[in-house]
């Protein structure tokens, strides 16, 4: 009995220790990520999970010492007491309720309170403006329309349905972009009822697939883990093969027939910033060129 009281007294220490390691090697982990969207995907992934281990550490903590006070009441020198037993175990129920307690309040705080706390940390990592590394001017962050030109296809198809997120940066002085990638899934958004972070995508319905010539359907299923509130999204998809920027062959329909035409004036803007002009008497002449042209085939 004697040493059961020394190692729940030495033993709440010990687990109090590793309690406060998880979280110092949370922060050594979070610290240890280079990039601001390497800390943000980490936070977002890992922050409360490696705090709800603390808690339970915190918790086994304290049932332990508890467990170890008022040894005197049981035992004697070692020579348990008459109702030694009774009280051993009434300690012993005692600190399991009061250990639980504790884990339950930390778990409502992280569950309801947290995430609110979380995301504010998580906005300041996504928005602060990011240093380009070849001049180190501050890059602007492109609004959600604006962006969809340096994403690819399947990027943009990953945004309309997968809820990945793409933020594009550019450095206005160079044109030098960065893409960043963020899991979409891991943050719930603020529940417009019960104000907390806990709105959660459940799942995903295709209405109706997009084709090359309608856009798509998808109803996002939202339910907030608090107060059950139901929601629901709807979201239009791209029309495939919408977000080529530069067609590999332009199109070019003749809208004017070409007696009343005099002249056609073709200026070619190629995303390498190359600009080309050429004039033509016909749009015959015209669209020949623009059927044939390549900014590989052009010399500067
Ligand atoms: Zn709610």
Not at 93 to 116: R, W
Not at 219 to 245: E, L, P
Request: overall charge negative; glycine content about 6%.
């Amino acid at each position: 009995m004697h040493l059961f009281h020394e190692m729940m007294f030495f033993g709440s220490f010990v687990i109090l220790l590793f309690a406060i390691l998880t979280l110092v090697l949370y922060k050594i982990k979070y610290w240890g990520q280079k990039e601001l969207r390497d800390k943000y995907n980490f936070a977002s992934k890992y922050e409360i999970k490696y705090h709800q281990t603390m808690h339970i550490l915190i918790a086994v903590a304290i049932g332990m010492h508890l467990n170890s006070l008022k040894p005197e009441l049981i035992h004697d020198g070692g020579i348990v007491h008459e109702d030694g037993f009774i009280l051993f175990f009434i300690r012993l129920a005692i600190t399991i309720i009061a250990g639980t307690i504790y884990g339950y309040i930390a778990s409502l705080i992280l569950k309801f309170y947290y995430p609110t706390r979380l995301s504010r940390k998580l906005k300041r990592l996504r928005y602060t403006p990011r240093i380009n590394p070849k001049t180190g001017n501050k890059m602007q962050l492109l609004s959600e329309d604006e962006e969809d030109v340096y994403l690819d296809e399947g990027q943009r198809a990953e945004e309309d349905a997968f809820s990945i997120d793409y933020d594009v940066w550019i450095d206005q002085a160079t044109g030098d972009t960065t893409v960043e990638k963020y899991s979409g899934h891991l943050t719930a958004l603020k529940c417009d009822r019960c104000n907390f972070m806990t709105l959660k995508m459940e799942r995903e319905e295709l209405i109706k697939e997009s084709t090359e010539f309608e856009e798509g359907e998808l109803i996002q299923h939202y339910k907030c883990t608090y107060c059950n509130r139901i929601k629901r999204q709807s979201k239009t998809i791209a029309k495939i093969g919408t977000s080529v920027k530069v067609p590999d062959r332009p199109q070019f329909v003749n809208p004017l027939s070409d007696h009343s035409v005099e002249a056609v004036k073709i200026e070619i803007h190629g995303s390498n910033g190359k600009v080309k002009d050429y004039q033509f008497q016909n749009t015959h002449e015209a669209s020949k060129l623009l059927e044939e042209f390549d900014f590989n085939k052009v010399d500067d």
